[in-house]
């Protein structure tokens, strides 16, 4: 008989959670890729976050138009005998918002200054594809005796109330007239995008990490 009680209580909690407690949510997965043995001197390795958007913890504030900012820090590291040291380093950011009165995703990338647009999507799953798609890092590793390994790692923020206007303003003001050439890309996407990361953010934030295994440069 006093199992009742305790049936009632999960009925109650599955309904406050709109269920999801019945779907196994993914997992969000980052990931760092070598290139090709013959490639380690030429391009730099393949960074890829999967199912970044999968949890309500993300969809939800990004639905009501708190944006989501991604940034990626990627360094080549070499070992020694008194401790391991960066060599090389390279960052980037992945900015998502939506935009209630479109109905559509939005998904911009900077990697070196440069912007690309990644698209406007209509499903969250989509944009969520856009922030999945494997980014070759322009940092090399190099000829050497040492042993050398990739390390990456994620900071996810959803962005406070207090920076809507700052953003709302750079998407209108910045992004589409440096899109169509009429202002320069990396000065306008990096100026708002590091005024940002300066501030004391509101929301939610996660943080990743991965590394490859040490290699050698032929």
């Not at 960074?47 to 504030?61: E, K, Q």
């Not at 440069?114 to 190099?142: C, Q, W």
């Not at 050398?148 to 589409?176: C, M």
Request: proline fraction near 6%; aromatic fraction near 8%.
């Amino acid at each position: 008989m006093r199992r009742a009680p305790l049936r009632v209580a999960f009925a109650v909690a599955l309904l406050l959670t709109g269920g999801s407690a019945l779907h196994a949510q993914r997992a969000p997965t980052l990931e760092v890729r070598l290139p090709a043995a013959d490639q380690l001197t030429r391009v730099g390795p393949l960074v890829i976050a999967t199912d970044m958007l999968s949890s309500p913890r993300a969809r939800d504030p990004l639905a009501a138009g708190f944006p989501a900012r991604f940034h990626f820090m990627v360094t080549l590291w070499s070992e020694g005998t008194f401790g391991n040291q960066i060599e090389r380093r390279a960052e980037y950011d992945v900015l998502v918002t939506y935009s209630a009165m479109e109905k559509k995703y939005q998904v911009v990338q900077d990697v070196n200054d440069r912007l690309l647009s990644l698209g406007k999507f209509d499903r969250v799953e989509d944009a969520e594809g856009a922030i999945a798609r494997p980014t070759r890092v322009p940092i090399r590793a190099f000829p050497s005796r040492k042993r050398f390994y990739y390390r990456v790692t994620l900071d996810v923020q959803i962005l406070g109330a207090s920076d809507l206007d700052e953003v709302n303003g750079w998407l209108k003001g910045e992004l589409e007239p440096a899109i169509h050439g009429d202002r320069n890309p990396g000065t306008a996407l990096t100026r708002t995008i590091r005024y940002l990361a300066s501030r004391v953010l509101g929301g939610d934030s996660r943080e990743f990490e991965a590394a490859t295994a040490a290699f050698q440069v032929p």
